[in-house]
Nanobody
C-alpha cells in the first residue's frame, strides 16, 4: 500500500502563490512517478504535472507551464507543487497521485494511488 497526504491549500488572491506538499508513506519504494492533478467543480480531473522518483523527466500541462514548479525531496518522501501567478481558473481540489509503473502517464485513470486532495481557491 501507498498512502498520500496533501497539504498546503488555501485561499489566495489572483497573482499570489501557494506551495502544495504531498507526503508519501507505506511502500514508497514501489513508486515510479508522482503526479499532481486538479479537479474544479463540475469538471473532469485534469493533469497538472508529474515527476519521477529518480531522474528529472518533468512534464507540465500547458495551462501551468511557466507558473508551476514540481519538485521532490526523496529523504522526506515528499513531492511539492510550487504555484505562482495564480489565476482564478486555477481554483480546484488538487490531488497527488502515485504511479507504480514505468510507463509515462498523464491520465488520472492510469495512476494507482491518490491522496484525499487539498482545496486551492484563487479569488479575483
Amino acid at each position: 500500500q501507498v498512502q498520500l497526504v496533501e497539504s498546503g491549500g488555501g485561499l489566495v488572491q489572483a497573482g499570489g502563490s501557494l506551495r502544495l506538499s504531498c507526503a508519501a508513506s507505506g511502500r514508497t519504494y514501489s513508486i515510479y512517478t508522482l503526479g499532481w492533478f486538479r479537479q474544479a467543480p463540475g469538471k473532469e480531473r485534469e493533469f497538472v504535472a508529474h515527476i519521477p522518483w529518480s531522474g528529472n523527466r518533468i512534464y507540465y500541462a500547458d495551462s501551468v507551464k511557466g507558473r508551476f514548479t514540481i519538485s521532490r525531496d526523496n529523504a522526506k518522501n515528499t513531492v511539492y507543487l510550487q504555484m505562482n501567478s495564480l489565476k482564478p481558473e486555477d481554483t480546484a481540489v488538487y490531488y497527488c497521485a502515485a504511479d507504480l509503473s514505468s510507463v509515462i502517464r498523464t491520465t488520472p485513470n492510469a495512476y494507482d494511488y491518490w491522496g484525499q486532495g487539498t482545496q486551492v481557491t484563487v479569488s479575483s
